[in-house]
């Protein structure tokens, strides 16, 4: 049973799909106050933001964390991919007439950002932060 709860819980199928259903349910949440089908909208658009951030979060961080050595390692990748997540998420939100658009990225924001900087974190322990 723990063997299958762990392949489950690290299938990139299922934090993918985790992620479009609980990110674009916040959005659905957000703009709820505003006239069907727009929330509706709003949460497609989010949950595959947030799918696609989840696919590719993880392999900019990695990518980022070869490119500089020391402290920078530690915080310059998750800034980086935090801006561009931020910057992407507002601009297609904005395209895609989002009414509350701070409201509906704030959530998947907070969680990316905070993912963001526990694996850089965790990638910087591993190799040693001034190597």
Not at 86 to 100: F, K, M, Q
């Amino acid at each position: 049973m723990k063997s299958v709860l762990r392949d489950w819980a690290g299938s990139g199928t299922v934090h993918v799909l985790f992620a479009f259903l609980a990110m674009g349910g916040w959005a659905v949440f957000a703009n709820s106050g505003h006239a069907m089908p727009q929330p509706l909208y709003s949460g497609l658009l989010q949950g595959a933001l947030s799918a696609g951030l989840t696919l590719f979060l993880k392999s900019v961080i990695d990518a980022l964390s070869r490119r500089f050595s020391g402290a920078g390692r530690f915080w310059a990748p998750p800034l980086i991919a935090c801006l561009g997540s931020a910057g992407l998420l507002v601009s297609l939100h904005a395209l895609g007439g989002t009414p509350e658009i701070f409201k509906t990225v704030a959530v998947p924001l907070l969680v990316s950002t905070t993912y963001a900087w526990t694996y850089a974190y965790s990638i910087s322990r591993k190799r040693g932060v001034g190597t």
